[in-house]
Nanobody, 123 residues
Framework: FQLQASGGGLVQPGGSLRLSCAISGFTFDSHMIAWFRQAPGKGREAVLCAGSYDGQLHSAPFVKGRFTMSDDNAKNILYLQMNNLKPEDTATYYC?????????????????WGQGTLVTVSS
């Protein structure tokens, strides 16, 4: 599989960005997909994730309705729409894919990762 993330950049506080993750070679019947992020000097954390095991979307507490995850099945693209961005959202964002596990928030459960795209929120 190959995951190609894009869409990062510099944005002012309160602004929006949409990240994309193009997925090729995907064949899992039971899977989970996620966006993670890693801020400078910090560990990687889940932003939004979904697993085919429960059909539920799980979001980190800091999301607070500002971010949404969606996909275009026809194009095999996963999106992360981020609104009302804050300086603390500055991080490298990664898309990830794996066969389904019991929960989707753990980065160590993911086998396939995009290369990361940097989001900088600053005035």
């Amino acid at each position: 599989f190959q995951l190609q993330a894009s869409g990062g950049g510099l944005v002012q506080p309160g602004g929006s960005l949409r990240l994309s993750c193009a997925i090729s070679g995907f064949t899992f019947d039971s899977h989970m997909i996620a966006w993670f992020r890693q801020a400078p000097g910090k560990g990687r954390e889940a932003v939004l994730c979904a697993g085919s095991y429960d059909g539920q979307l799980h979001s980190a507490p800091f999301v607070k309705g500002r971010f949404t995850m969606s996909d275009d099945n026809a194009k095999n693209i996963l999106y992360l729409q981020m609104n009302n961005l804050k300086p603390e959202d500055t991080a490298t964002y990664y898309c990830a894919l794996a066969s389904a596990k019991d929960e989707c928030q753990n980065d160590y459960d993911y086998d396939y990762w995009g290369q990361g795209t940097l989001v900088t929120v600053s005035s």
